[in-house]
């Protein structure tokens, strides 16, 4: 379930950073590193990376829906 304080915000540049910090934290870590590749994805990453995934689109979601209902009114 998303955190509704974030789901409240409307302001789609803080989305997008949201979403660029979160990757940088939890995702783009190793074995994903500065080069050309190629790299090895482990199932830890990729299953860190689903997870994170998920959060942001449940989040967009509470987002979308809250917008449309502002709009909608």
Do not use: H
Not at 4 to 26: H, N, R, Y
């Amino acid at each position: 379930m998303p955190d509704p304080a974030l789901a409240g915000k409307t302001d789609d540049k803080v989305w997008i950073a949201e979403s660029f910090d979160a990757a940088q934290a939890a995702v783009y870590q190793p074995p994903i590193g500065p080069g050309s590749g190629a790299f090895t994805l482990t199932n830890t990453y990729k299953e860190t990376a689903k997870a994170l995934a998920q959060q942001r689109v449940a989040l967009a979601g509470a987002r979308l829906g809250k917008a449309l209902n502002a709009e909608l009114k």
